[in-house]
C-alpha cells in the first residue's frame, strides 16, 4: 500500500450531503469498464458527464462530453488532490472500488464531517486519508478554497496530525493511532495478522469447547 | 462478570483475539459469506503468496450478478458469465462451499444466511456487501465489508476493527394495520437522517420490535446502514430461537441445547448505558414513500414533496435540489396519485415469504395497470419452493406480474437487469440512490403492500385503501 505523510497542494470543494458509492462508483458503469485501469473516468460519473443522445453505452471511454457545472471539472480544481465533501461522503455500498476511484482521480485525502462508515474504513487500505472536521470548518475550507484559486494552497500532515490551511491557521485532527501508522508505514495488514497465527489458533481451540454449534456447520 | 454490558459488547468481547491499540481489536469471524463481487479475491490472495485459512467457515452463493429470467443459466447475460464462473473456479479450489446458480439453497446472500441456519445468534458474520447488517436481527455481530477486508478474513479468518459507539432506538407502541417493518424503518431513517447512525452499532428495541416477526427484524436491520450504522442488531429471544430451531445449518440436540442456554445471556443487561438513545413512538406511523435519492428523503403517504427552501441546512438544500431535477418533481406535490411504470418487489429488503404474502394478498383477483410492468424476484430457491406451494406464484401471474428466479435484481444494476432511463419505479429495495436501478432511473421506496397497490393501481397508492 502506497505511504500517506504529508500533502501539499489546492483542495476541490464537493460540498453535497450524502454522496453514495452508487454515485461515486455507478454499478452499471463499473461492471462494464471493470474495475482497473478505467476505474478513474467512472468517478462521479452522473454528476461529472452529461450523456448526450449519440452516446452509447462505453460514452465514457470516448472523451464524453464533461459537465462544466461540476465543481470538479472544473479550473484549477482538476487538479486537486484534497477532496471537501459534505456530510456522510460515501454512504452506502462497501464496494471498495468508489475508494480506488477517487485514488485514481488524484485524491489522497478527503475531508468532511462525517463518512460512510465501510467507505471511511476502504479509504485506509487504500492510502488515501479520511479526515473528519466540524462541518464549519470544513465549509470555512470550501469558502477558502473557492475564492483563492491555485492560490489556496493547504498541508496535511499525517504526521503532526494537522492542517495548514491557506489563511495560514493551524487545524488538528484525529487518527485513530493503528491506521495512522499503517498509513504512514503503507503496511501490509494481512502478513501483520498472520504473525499472530498462534493466538489465531489458540482462541479457535479454546472456543471450538465453549461454541461447538460455531465450527459444527459441514452439513453436506 | 462485568454488569451492565450491551447486546454487542458481549458478542464484541466474546470475539477478542487481541487487542490492537486503543479501541481497535482483532476479532474472530465466525461466518463470512460472499457473493460474485468476492471472485477477484481469490486471485489477489493468491498473487499475494497467501491461502484461504478456514475454508469451512465461508459459504458462497451466486446473486448480484445472475439473470433471474425464468431458465437461466451462466451464459443467460454476459454479466452473469463474466462473475459467476469465476466465483465457482475459486470457491471450488479454496474447499469453499457454493451454493450455485441453480441449486436448492441459492439466493441473496442475506436471505439464504439466516434461512440456512449459517447465521446464528452471537456469531460474528461478515461479508463484502453492505447489508450484511441484515444477520443482526438475529442477534448476530454483523456487518459489510471492504475487498481488502474480504481478503483479510480469506487469509486469517480475523477482522480488525475499531469498536464503534452504541445506539438503542426503542420503538414503542405497535403498528397500525396495514403498516408494514419496512414503514418503520424508513420512516425512522426519515425522522432521524441517513447519517444519524455514522459511527454507531444499533440495537432495535421495544415492543414494537419484540412483536415483530422474524422476517421483520431483518427488514428492520437491513436498513439501519442507510442510517449510516454499520450494525444493526435485536436480541434474541424466543422468536429467534424458534426461527432457528430446525434449520438445516443450525446445531441441533445436546448442541443445541447448549447453544440456546448461552444465546439467552446475549440480551443487553438491564443496566447497560448506551451512547445515545432514541425512542420512537410506533404507532404514529403511516405507509412510508420515498421521493427522493436518499433513503431519508421520505414521507407518509399523504405527504407532499418537501421544499429545498425549508432545508435546515445549504448543504442539505442544494443535496434536495439536485434530487428533485433528478426524480423529476416539484416541491408541494402529493405523492400519492403519481404515476409509475415499473414494480419492483424483491431484494435482500424484502423477499422473503412474508413479503411475497403481504404482496399477493394485494393483488390477489386484481390486474396489474396496463402500462405498469411488475416483477416479484423471491429472495431464494426456498422462498420460491414455499410461494409455489401456496399458490402465491399463480396469483402473481394471473394478476400480471412476472415471477422470476432468486438474485439481486433490480435492487442493483449489476446484473444486466435495469429499469429505464426515466422510468419511474417502485421497489421494495433499500436504496433510491441515483442511477442505482438503472442510469437514470427514478425509484421510490416502499413496503411489499404499497409495490404490489401501485402495481394495480398504476399510481403511488396508500395500499390500505385498497
Ligand atoms: S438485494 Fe440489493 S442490497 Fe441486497 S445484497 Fe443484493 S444488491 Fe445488495
Known amino acids: 500500500m502506497e505511504k500517506f505523510t504529508t500533502l501539499t497542494g489546492i483542495a476541490a ?17 463499473m461492471v462494464t469498464y471493470g474495475f482497473g485501469r478505467h476505474v478513474g473516468r467512472i468517478a462521479f460519473a452522473p454528476l461529472r458527464y452529461i450523456k448526450t443522445e449519440h452516446d452509447g453505452p462505453d460514452f465514457i471511454l470516448h472523451q464524453p462530453t464533461e459537465n462544466p457545472e461540476f465543481v470538479l471539472n472544473q479550473e484549477p480544481f482538476r487538479q486537486a488532490r484534497i477532496l471537501l465533501a459534505g456530510t456522510n461522503f460515501g454512504c452506502g455500498s462497501s464496494r471498495e472500488m468508489a475508494v480506488w476511484a477517487i485514488a485514481r482521480m488524484g485524491y489522497r485525502c478527503l475531508i468532511a464531517p462525517s463518512f460512510g462508515q465501510i467507505f471511511f474504513n476502504n479509504c485506509f487500505k487504500n492510502g488515501v486519508l479520511p479526515i473528519v472536521l466540524p462541518r464549519p470548518v470544513v465549509e470555512d475550507f470550501a469558502e477558502l478554497a473557492r475564492s483563492g484559486g491555485v492560490e489556496a494552497q493547504f498541508t496535511v500532515d499525517l504526521n503532526a496530525g494537522e492542517i495548514v490551511s491557506p489563511a495560514g491557521e493551524k487545524i488538528a485532527f484525529a487518527v485513530e493511532p493503528t491506521r495512522r501508522e499503517a498509513l504512514l508505514e503503507g503496511l501490509d495488514e494481512i502478513g501483520l495478522t498472520l504473525q499472530r497465527e498462534s493466538e489465531i489458533a489458540d482462541f479457535q481451540q479454546r472456543d471450538r469447547q465453549e461454541r461447538p454449534w460455531v465450527y459444527a456447520v459441514a452439513r453436506e | 462478570m462485568p454488569s451492565g454490558q450491551t447486546l454487542f459488547d458481549k458478542i464484541w468481547n466474546r470475539h477478542l483475539v487481541a487487542n490492537l491499540g486503543p479501541g481497535v481489536d482483532l476479532l474472530h469471524v465466525d461466518r463470512h459469506l460472499i457473493h460474485e463481487g468476492g471472485g477477484p479475491a481469490f486471485r489477489s490472495l493468491a498473487k499475494k503468496g497467501y491461502t484461504v485459512r478456514n475454508p469451512e467457515l465461508t459459504f458462497a452463493t451466486a446473486d448480484h450478478a445472475v439473470s433471474t429470467v425464468p431458465g437461466r443459466m451462466d451464459d443467460t447475460t454476459e454479466r452473469s458469465l463474466q462473475w459467476v464462473p469465476a466465483l ?31 447465521t446464528l445468534p452471537g456469531l460474528l458474520l461478515v461479508c463484502g456487501d453492505s447489508h450484511t447488517c441484515t444477520h443482526g436481527a438475529l442477534g448476530a455481530l454483523a456487518w459489510g465489508i471492504g475487498s481488502s477486508e474480504l481478503e483479510h478474513v480469506l487469509a486469517t479468518q480475523t477482522i480488525i476493527q475499531h469498536r464503534p459507539k452504541t445506539m438503542r432506538i426503542t420503538c414503542d407502541g405497535a403498528l397500525g394495520r396495514g403498516v408494514q417493518p419496512k414503514d418503520l424503518i424508513l420512516s425512522i431513517i426519515s425522522t432521524i437522517g441517513a447519517a444519524a447512525g455514522s459511527g454507531y452499532a444499533v440495537e432495535f428495541a421495544g415492543a414494537a420490535i419484540r412483536a415483530l416477526s422474524m422476517e421483520g427484524r431483518m427488514t428492520l436491520c437491513n436498513m439501519a446502514i442507510e442510517l449510516g450504522a454499520k450494525f444493526g442488531q435485536v436480541a434474541p429471544d424466543d422468536t429467534t430461537l424458534e426461527y432457528v430451531a430446525g434449520r438445516p445449518f443450525a446445531p441441533h440436540g445436546e448442541v443445541w441445547d447448549a447453544a440456546v442456554v ?44 418537501p421544499d429545498p427552501a425549508q432545508a435546515a441546512t445549504d448543504e442539505a ?29 424483491g431484494s435482500c429488503t424484502n423477499s422473503r415469504i412474508s413479503d411475497l404474502r403481504a404482496a399477493a394478498g394485494i393483488v390477489k383477483g386484481q390486474r396489474v395497470a396496463a402500462h405498469v410492468t411488475a416483477w416479484v424476484v423471491p429472495g431464494s430457491q426456498a422462498v420460491k419452493r414455499q410461494a409455489e406451494a401456496e399458490g402465491l406464484d399463480q396469483v402473481f401471474r394471473q394478476a400480471g406480474v412476472a415471477w422470476r428466479e432468486p438474485g439481486c435484481s433490480l435492487c442493483v444494476a449489476w446484473n444486466g ?8 419505479c417502485v421497489s421494495t429495495s433499500n436504496r433510491n440512490f441515483v442511477g442505482r436501478q438503472g442510469p437514470q432511473s427514478r425509484t421510490h421506496l416502499a413496503s411489499p403492500a404499497m409495490a404490489a397497490a401501485a402495481a394495480i393501481t398504476g399510481q403511488i397508492t396508500d395500499a390500505r385503501k385498497l
Open chain 1, 13 to 29: 470543494p464537493l460540498m453535497l450531503e450524502n454522496v453514495d458509492t452508487d454515485v461515486i462508483t455507478p454499478m452499471e458503469l
Open chain 2, 88 to 118: 465457482r473456479a475459486g470457491c471450488a479450489q479454496a474447499g469453499i462451499r457454493f451454493f450455485d446458480l441453480n441449486d436448492a439453497e441459492q439466493g441473496i446472500v442475506h436471505v439464504i444466511g439466516p434461512e440456512l441456519g449459517l
Open chain 2, 262 to 305: 448461552d444465546w439467552k445471556m446475549l440480551a443487553s443487561d438491564a443496566q447497560a448505558t448506551f451512547d445515545a438513545e432514541i425512542p420512537i413512538d410506533a404507532s404514529l406511523i403511516a405507509p412510508q414513500i420515498s421521493w427522493g435519492t436518499s433513503p431519508e428523503h421520505t414521507v407518509s403517504i399523504d405527504g407532499l414533496v
Open chain 2, 317 to 345: 438544500r442544494k443535496s434536495m435540489q439536485a434530487a428533485l431535477q433528478y426524480v423529476d418533481l416539484q416541491p408541494g406535490t402529493r405523492l400519492e396519485g403519481l404515476r409509475i411504470d415499473r414494480v419492483f418487489i
Open chain 2, 417 to 424: 437487469e435495469s429499469v429505464a432511463p426515466g422510468e419511474r
